[in-house]
């Protein structure tokens, strides 16, 4: 891993990247009280080449970020032709953009994993019949009927800007 400290001419130290991690494996929101502290944002290219932003329950597992939608979906139309995408969240201390490639995870093993964390956090999902999808009682309207297929991101690159004292803002390609 490669880090390169974008605060360096102002006098700010290197962001910890280990501490990143724990912060986001423990999942600690930026504030007890922040409104939309969980919100992860997902960014894809559509097709004209222009960026789509939108609001996913993205989980963070095995070091990277994971989420599901439908194939119809613009976000699943768009990582279907083009993999390149971002997702940005605030955690306790720091902002995240992590970004990278979304490869689509159809392995029975790791779509009931995955499906059991969503579980385990509120929301009930489970495989689907197949195992390479999964399924809830609810979701996103637009999301579409159930099956939806999961994502993980494969990282290229972080940057992260520290919201506490010294600061700091770093990037880090993987």
């Known amino acids: 891993m490669e880090t390169i400290n974008l605060g360096k001419t102002d006098g700010l130290p290197p962001v910890d990247w280990a501490a990143v ?12 009280d922040a409104v939309n502290s969980r919100t992860t944002w997902l960014s894809t290219v559509n ?3 222009s960026p789509h932003v939108t609001a996913v329950g ?6 990277t970020f994971w989420f599901q939608t439908g ?4 976000k699943g139309r768009n990582v279907a032709r083009d993999r390149r995408c971002s997702v940005a969240v605030s955690i306790r201390g720091a902002d995240v953009v992590l970004e990278g490639d ?5 392995e029975q093993g790791a779509v009931a994993r ?3 964390a969503w ?3 509120g929301w009930p999902a489970e495989p689907d019949e197949s195992g390479s999808g999964i399924t809830a009682p609810f979701n996103a309207p637009a999301q579409g009927p159930p099956p939806w297929n999961v994502y993980r991101i494969e990282p290229r690159s972080a940057i992260v800007t520290s919201t506490t004292e010294p600061g700091g803002l770093t990037r880090f390609q993987f």
């Open 21 to 32: 991690v724990e912060t986001l494996d423990a999942g600690a929101a930026p504030g007890p």
């Open 47 to 49: 097709e004209d080449g």
């Open 58 to 63: 993205a989980l963070w597992v095995d070091g």
């Open 71 to 74: 194939s119809g979906t613009r």
């Open 102 to 106: 979304a490869v689509r995870v159809t």
């Open 114 to 116: 995955i499906a059991k």
């Open 119 to 121: 579980a385990d956090q």
